[in-house]
């Protein structure tokens, strides 16, 4: 980025990586503002760290000697204030761009994947950042270590970024250390095909830059260039170069000796996760030896890694009652928090509610929801969350609703969603989804601390 930019205007700055951003900007001393088409805990938090955020679009509210308007591909392309930017020739550019701009000039550790790549490039930032090495870093979710979604350290050479498969963005950057975490299909309301997003994530892994390494998830197959020097790793696959073995769980927490290439590092501890982050550690771990990170200072970061917001995010946690909230909006990851939930209470009565994400998503994966919830015990679902998308005729969460194969399903509007959690009376909580069902989870968790009598 050019050292004049002062003044930078966020469209859509409610975005976990747009707030990343304009955090990364206000801590570094310049003028930041933005709009978004809602309040959130997130717009007020950024509000309370002195950036202005306004929700009704106007003109009027654009600052005058604008340097820079970052905007998100989310968008609408007939929104009033970005209409009267492109028309007033106002320097602009997507979040990707911005973002590929600013790693350009680190060492950059880059982690894409249709899921698991924020809870593993969050593991990556906090090793790094509790070793001499340290890192900046801009991450899709709030960090619990940090309370942020954004490291500053301008004294180290790397930085952490998430890689964004949607809208090709992930394309803007050329990483040292790469790694891909999965690639089902997804976001086919950009790619169309399945096929088109794994070209999409070969061109990703060939960006990795010659000298440096790409992580590659046991399982993926992709056409790598030979000049790229490539790593498999995996929860327990012994044909990988880096994977977990002797996985065991004591008093919550997970151990497993860590085997690479060239040691094994025994007895590794994991706090208060679900099975899946061990895979997630697994990569983790490679990517931070691979840059010096040395073994008393991944075992001691990797054991008070606290996680991500949202991502199998204990919210009550008695011998009673479980509450859980998560981000999880593709099957594949609702299957693998259902499956982990199942594992840690073999025993207990499983509730999960579900907001769907985008009318095309929910159309192309509709037996694919209907099937990743069918293990609970009691199903729940909301109304799709729309956000930048228009209504499909004949698609709502009834679509998903109708594929259940069980009784024990409801759909459910937001305003009665408590009762009806009081009088089901869960053992285990789950709330799914990655639109706004996170406002409700606060109102979730105090119902059911003043119904229990918990403090």
């Not at 593993?120 to 991450?139: D, V």
């Not at 975490?181 to 999409?200: C, P, R």
């Not at 996760?273 to 073994?295: D, R």
């Not at 759909?411 to 409700?440: F, S």
Request: hydrophobic share 35%; aromatic share 10%.
């Amino acid at each position: 980025m050019t050292n004049n930019i002062k003044t930078y205007y966020f469209l859509g700055i409610g975005g976990i990586g747009m707030s990343a951003l304009a955090r990364y900007f206000k801590q570094t001393g310049n003028n930041v503002s933005g709009y978004d088409r809602t309040p959130t805990p997130l717009t007020k938090q950024l509000e309370a760290e002195g950036i202005p955020v306004h929700y009704t679009a106007d003109i009027n509210l654009i600052p005058t000697n604008v340097d820079l308007v970052v905007y998100t591909p989310a968008i609408p392309s007939d929104n009033e204030e970005y209409v009267y930017i492109l028309n007033n020739n106002i320097p602009l550019k997507k979040r990707a761009q911005v973002l590929g701009e600013i790693s350009a000039n680190k060492k950059c550790i880059a982690v894409a994947g249709s899921h698991g790549k924020t809870s593993t490039s969050g593991m990556i930032a906090y090793i790094l950042s509790k070793s001499s090495i340290g890192c900046s870093a801009f991450l899709g979710g709030i960090a619990k270590n940090f309370d942020s979604n954004v490291i500053i350290n301008p004294q180290s050479e790397y930085v952490v970024v998430e890689a964004d498969e949607y809208d090709r963005s992930f394309h803007q950057l050329y990483p040292t250390y790469s790694v891909i975490t999965a690639t089902d299909a997804d976001h086919l309301d950009i790619y169309q095909t399945h096929e088109n997003l794994l070209e999409a994530f070969k061109q990703y892994g060939n960006q990795t830059q010659h000298g440096g390494k790409l992580f590659l998830k046991q399982n993926i197959e992709l056409e790598i260039d030979e000049n790229i020097a490539t790593e498999r790793y995996s929860i327990d696959d012994i044909n990988s170069d880096y994977y977990a073995w002797n996985i065991r769980i004591y008093k919550g927490n997970y151990f497993f000796d860590l085997h690479t290439p060239n040691h094994v590092y025994y007895d590794m501890e994991l706090i208060g996760a679900p099975l899946y982050n061990i895979e997630n550690a697994v990569a983790a771990c490679a990517v931070t030896l691979s840059c010096g990170v040395t073994e008393y200072e991944l075992r001691h970061a990797l054991k008070t890694f606290t996680g991500i917001k949202r991502r199998f995010d204990y919210r009550i946690k008695t011998d009673d009652f479980v509450f859980i909230d998560d981000y999880a909006h593709h099957p594949q990851e609702i299957s693998t928090v259902i499956n982990s939930l199942k594992a840690l209470y073999p025993n207990k009565r499983i509730v999960g509610i579900f907001q769907p994400h985008l009318y095309s998503r929910t159309r192309d994966f509709a037996q694919e929801f209907a099937d990743s919830l069918l293990p609970l015990d009691e199903i729940i679902l909301l109304d799709i969350y729309p956000a930048r998308e228009l209504p499909i005729p004949g698609i709502s969460s009834k679509t998903i609703l109708h594929k259940i194969d069980k009784m024990s399903k409801y759909l459910c509007g937001k305003e009665e969603l408590v009762d009806v959690l009081i009088a089901l009376a869960p053992q285990v909580l789950i709330t799914l989804g990655a639109g706004n069902i996170d406002a409700l989870v606060p109102q979730i968790e105090e119902a059911f601390k003043e119904t229990l009598n918990i403090q």
